[in-house]
Nanobody
Framework: QVHFVESGGGWVQPGGSLRLSCAAS????????MGWYRQAPGNQRELVAR???????IYADSVKGRFTISRDNAQKTVYLQMNSLKPEDTAVYYC???????????WGQGTQVTVSS
């Protein structure tokens, strides 16, 4: 079983910044991909960003140029630096981990991000 500790969520005014972190532990044999999804009320969960073992990054179009994903392989931790936040970024953010290509992901418990004035 994989366990996650997520932190960094909270409330911020539009234009502000937050940094999310997610540390994984437990039965982890390898890490293929780590990343973040988000889900706003009434919406489906959507990919925000992911980073694979080689360091390749993918971002949703809505966050490109504003969010940056990074990872610390030794600490099994993934980060999401979020700048120029907008009200539409308000959602619960979930980190995830894929141990192998095509494997089912393990999910964190989620952290709330609220952007409002």
């Amino acid at each position: 079983q994989v366990h996650f500790v997520e932190s960094g969520g909270g409330w911020v005014q539009p234009g502000g910044s937050l940094r999310l972190s997610c540390a994984a532990s437990g039965s982890i044999f390898s890490i293929y991909t780590m990343g973040w999804y988000r889900q706003a009320p009434g919406n489906q969960r959507e990919l925000v960003a992911r980073i694979n073992s080689g360091g390749s990054e993918i971002y949703a179009d809505s966050v490109k140029g504003r969010f940056t994903i990074s990872r610390d392989n030794a600490q099994k931790t993934v980060y999401l630096q979020m700048n120029s936040l907008k009200p539409e970024d308000t959602a619960v953010y979930y980190c995830y981990l894929n141990q192998f290509s095509g494997s089912a992901p393990s999910w964190g418990q989620g952290t709330q991000v609220t952007v409002s004035s």
